[in-house]
């Protein structure tokens, strides 16, 4: 019983890491007043980066580095469609999404000449992982559990407490506003929009190199939308992001352990449903940044 | 210049597609015509005999290729001839053949167009989808799911009432998957219209709903004995007579397992009714004045809410009937993999075509040539067929861009001729 119950917490951490993670990167395209639905498509770009990275290598750190530039790439496309060229946003973050899912396919073929790909390597920390303790303790959450912890607590800060975060807000609330003040409307959002990049496509790599230690075409499965499901639901803050993200992992982590009545496609339904049950209000109130979706014109 | 830019944007995409091509894929192979060049570079025969041996071997991968010749003619050898071999052994595909290849395949012979316009139909029906939401000024990005919820109801109908006639089981099946698809498009346009919500999270999020629901419906109704995740099989009287059936005693030879149906015609039927519907009726010219200005609508007197719900009905009903072709037209059976991506094509089939629905028409079939010719590019050239994802994404993003773009390149010009002047 104990053991089924620390079982269920330490997958319910290990599911919540994608969604979190690309949560929190649509929180800071959105709170710029950005939409990104790419996230989806950064995240399965960065699970097809890193395990490529890592094969040729051999570190998987370099794999998890190139990952987040890869996502940092996929973002300034599409900063550079919906902020330069004021272009539709949903579609843009559409045509990442396809386009990701040709190129991660494209590049397997031509590298690997197979569209599943083993990972040959995990990410391991220097010192630590020669300790007993942390062995067994990575071998349960691997370590980049707690590097997503400490960014959730970083972008709080980030967001909330610093210039950057606060002229951030400012566009994406009222850029005409912040405009005026000299803040550079352009700048803010395509720093945003990268940021989310960088973090999807971290949460690509933990999903192909930690997760499931494998690259298979179309490994994403949807994660990038409930990562924008648990930032709605987390009402664009990182804690709340956070929090809906363990919420929706444990849905995940419970499913094996459910009586057969229970069908597990209900289970999936549920951050979708509780997501629109926060924008009509009828569990609490979501309101998104006043000036997201909008191009910014600046005469 | 409104009908010029998705043009501009193919093209722009296929030469992206065409940099691509030159600079991925490359191959080592050693010909006839290498050892000739070899000869003439000056090689010493002596070393091209050690490697005749792998003559018409293709490597993708270039070390691979040269491990194999050092250990045929030896590291010395190697050292001074190894580059000089692999440069001319490199050859890169031929990007004008990849797109030859291409549109051989779908539009050479009549077998080609009619697996173009099997794969076209669900995508003009997704298309408008899009677009008839689109005039009423609303994003409808859930096509996806009101598709699959039509497909469902489609195949439930069609092998529940077994017992009735064709004319009447297959008018029931297509209301059935219209009725599934606009109320499951209506959410959203209640939720826009009554709480505000903007259509566009909801309709992603009734997406995933809709997948997931109708995944267990497809387990509930899974034959006991069958290890494939589909659905019981729709009565013969539901299903829909491939084209061959009325082209080959025409004395037009059409081959049997060509997949093109009359589903064809609910497509063209449907692309004939939002013209009509947008253009010439109340309803439609209510529809786009709430798009146009929804505050001056209001002022008009025209019920902005009733439109937006009814817009995202009509709209989710289109979509619903992608199924007639995908269920009664070709698999006869529900299974998710029949759909899957067919709702987000949509959106780029509306886009690419401008949000008019002889717009969707072509640009559908723009991407049922794709489709279509995709399968071909995997035999005949070294491209992996994922290309086609890629011209896709590569067009959509230059029809987006393309408004902003034209803008400022006539800004330029302006400025020039001032300048002139």
Same mark, same amino acid.
């Given at each position: 019983?104990?053991? $089924? ?62 990952? #987040?530039?890869? +996502? ?127 973090? $999807? ?49 444990? +849905? ?27 924008? *009509? ?19 | ?145 009101? %598709? ?56 992603? %999020? ?15 109704? &899974? ?31 059409? $081959? ?16 004939? #009714? *939002? ?94 040539? =794709?489709?279509? +010719? ?17 011209? &896709? ?19 330029? =010009? ?8």
């Amino acid at each position: 019983m104990i053991e $089924s119950i620390f079982a269920i917490l330490a997958s319910t951490i290990r599911f919540a890491v994608p969604y979190t993670l690309a949560g929190l990167g649509g929180t800071y395209s959105e709170r710029s007043g950005v939409v990104n639905i790419g996230l989806e498509g950064m995240m399965l770009s960065g699970a097809f980066t890193s395990v490529a990275v890592t094969n040729i290598t051999g570190s998987a750190w370099t794999g998890l580095l190139a990952a #987040i530039l890869v +996502g940092m790439l996929l973002g300034l496309i599409h900063a550079a469609v919906c902020v330069s060229f004021k272009a539709d946003q949903i579609v843009s973050g559409l045509a990442i999404i396809i386009f990701a899912a040709g190129i991660t396919v494209f590049f397997s073929w031509l590298m690997f000449n197979k569209t599943q790909i083993k990972a040959e390597g995990m990410l391991r920390v220097p010192f630590l992982h020669e300790l007993p303790a942390f062995k067994l303790l990575f071998s349960q959450i691997p370590p980049l559990v707690f590097v997503t912890a400490a960014i959730v607590v970083a972008s709080h800060f980030v967001i909330f407490r610093t210039v950057f975060g606060l002229r951030l807000r400012s566009v994406g609330e009222h850029p005409q506003a912040a405009d005026t003040l000299g803040i550079s409307v352009y700048k803010m959002r395509y720093s945003g929009v990268i940021i989310s990049g960088a973090l $999807s496509g971290m949460a690509g790599a933990y999903l192909s190199l930690e997760h499931a230690h494998y690259f298979v075409k179309g490994i994403s499965g949807g994660r990038g939308f409930i990562g924008l499901a648990s930032m709605i639901f987390g009402k664009w803050t990182p804690f709340g992001t956070a929090g809906a993200g363990l919420l929706f992992g444990f +849905g995940e982590a419970v499913k094996p352990y459910l009586p057969k009545i229970v069908p597990s496609q209900f289970i999936d339904m549920i951050p979708y449903i509780l997501t629109i049950f926060v924008l *009509t209000s009828a569990i609490g109130r979501a309101t998104p940044p006043a000036a997201i979706g909008v191009p910014y014109n600046k005469e | 210049m409104g009908t010029l830019a998705p043009i501009v944007a193919v093209v722009l995409a296929f030469l992206t597609g065409a940099v691509i091509i030159l600079f991925f894929i490359r191959t080592y192979t050693l010909t006839d015509t290498t050892f000739a060049d070899l000869k003439e570079a000056a090689v010493p025969i002596a070393v091209i005999e050690k490697i005749r041996s792998l003559e018409g071997k293709d490597y993708s991968d270039k070390a691979a290729f040269e491990e194999d010749i050092a250990s045929r003619m030896g590291d010395k050898d190697f050292q001074q001839y190894g580059a000089m071999i692999s440069g001319y052994a490199l050859t890169r595909e031929n990007p004008i053949r990849v797109y030859h290849e291409i549109f051989k395949a779908a539009l050479k012979d009549r077998n080609g167009w009619g697996h173009v316009l099997y794969r076209a139909t669900p995508l003009i029906l997704t298309g408008l989808a899009v677009a008839f939401a689109f005039q009423c000024g609303l994003f409808n990005i859930g096509g996806e799911g009101q %598709m699959v919820m039509g497909g469902f109801a489609i195949t439930w109908v069609g092998f529940t009432f077994t017992q009735l006639p064709w004319f009447l089981l297959i008018p029931l099946c297509i209301l059935a998957g219209a009725a599934a698809g606009g109320l499951w498009g209506s959410i959203p346009g209640y939720l826009k219209a009554k709480r505000g919500v903007h259509e566009v999270v909801t309709t992603i %999020m009734l997406n995933w709903i809709a997948v997931a629901l109708t995944q267990y419906l497809t387990m509930a109704f &899974k034959p006991p004995e069958s290890w494939i995740p589909h659905t019981y099989k729709i009565a013969k009287a539901a299903q829909l007579s491939r084209l061959y059936v009325y082209l080959n005693p025409l004395g037009i030879n059409f $081959s049997r397992s060509n997949l093109v149906n009359t589903a064809i015609f609910v497509a063209i039927a449907a692309v004939l #009714i *939002t013209a009509y519907l947008l253009k010439r009726t109340k309803l439609g010219y209510e529809i786009r004045a709430v798009g146009f200005n929804p505050a001056a609508a209001e002022c008009a007197g025209i019920n902005v809410a009733k439109n937006t719900v009814l817009a995202m009905a009509i709209s989710g009903a289109f979509a619903g009937l992608a199924g007639v072709n995908q269920v009664m037209g070709y698999k006869h059976r529900f299974r998710y993999g029949v759909f899957e991506g067919l709702g987000f094509d949509g959106i780029g089939v509306a886009f690419i075509g401008k949000n008019s629905p002889w717009g969707c028409v072509l640009a559908a079939l723009l991407f049922g040539i =794709l489709d279509h +010719g995709g399968l071909a590019i995997d035999v005949s050239t070294k491209v992996p067929r994922e290309i086609v994802l890629v011209l &896709k994404a590569t067009i959509l993003i230059f029809v987006v861009v393309s408004t902003e773009l034209t803008k400022r390149l006539i800004n330029i =010009l302006q400025k020039r001729e001032e300048a002139a002047a």
